[in-house]
């Protein structure tokens, strides 16, 4: 299983997953077309696939075109996330493949958007698994509650995402500048926390030699997510609440009025 970045827009990425074996290949929010027909192109792939994890604009605004391009491709999105040019439509738990060797598990990951999917993504043994998560999971960041709760995004976000493998790497929609802001952010909520200091170092190195600060992985946002690590009682204790909910929604209220 070979993974390709593609960026996108400003600070978008679209993903190109390729089963190597017989050259397959899915796209993640193929928001820009042109960008994925030359990378399929160049890599001697062939599009069966798009995922597309919400309806948004900036991820979802490419799928007509490339229905255009590639009348035949199949594009999944949320049963209930009114995506366009979907032409199959998944619930929590459908799964799917890609090739000789790759499952697709799709995830009902709800907040951003009221249907929301993240797909969870394994390959061959020996081969880490990856979930692409859209806008519900950043690095050391969530995002915004735009149709959902506080109560739903700690279930997508600990409960979900919370449970896939340690080592599962995590392939968001944005960077680049979210990477840094959330971990300056998640430094105000935890400044002693050593390991989101060192990621911000990292992160900003990354960002001088225009490497991807993705993927991250689920083993790290637990350490320097505040979103994940809100089950602790000493972030709970930071931001004066007594319950993991409580605390979500008040870290993200904090991030929603911070100026960093």
């Not at 689920?218 to 505040?226: L, R, S, Y």
Request: aromatic content about 8%.
């Amino acid at each position: 299983m070979q993974i390709l970045h593609v960026p996108c827009l400003d600070d978008n990425y679209s993903y190109m997953i390729i089963d190597q074996a017989t050259k397959e290949a899915a796209v993640v929010d193929p928001v820009e077309p042109h960008k994925i027909l030359r990378v399929a192109q160049e890599n001697g792939v062939q599009l069966k696939l798009v995922l597309t994890t919400h309806h948004h604009w900036d991820h979802a605004g490419g799928n007509e075109k490339i229905k255009l391009d590639i009348p035949e491709i199949k594009i999944f999105g949320g049963s209930i996330d009114n995506v366009k040019a979907c032409t199959n439509k998944v619930e929590n738990g459908d799964k799917l493949s890609l090739g000789a060797d790759i499952s697709i598990l799709c995830l009902h990951t709800p907040c951003h958007t009221k249907g929301h999917i993240s797909y969870y993504v394994t390959g061959k043994e020996g081969d880490d698994p990856a979930v692409f998560t859209g806008d519900t999971l950043f690095v050391a960041g969530c995002g915004k509650f735009f149709e959902g709760t506080a109560e739903q995004m700690y279930q997508s976000l600990c409960i979900t995402l919370g449970s896939l493998p340690k080592p599962t790497r995590v392939y968001c929609g944005h960077e680049w500048i979210y990477t840094v802001k959330n971990l300056e952010f998640a430094l105000t909520v935890e400044p002693e926390n050593m390991k989101i200091s060192q990621k911000l170092l990292w992160a900003e190195q990354q960002r001088r030699n225009g490497i991807p600060t993705v993927p991250s992985t689920i083993g790290d946002e637990f350490e320097t997510n505040p979103f994940m690590r809100v089950d602790l009682p000493e972030v709970q204790e930071k931001v004066g609440c007594n319950s993991p909910v409580e605390a979500l929604g008040k870290i993200r209220l904090q991030k929603d009025n911070w100026r960093g």
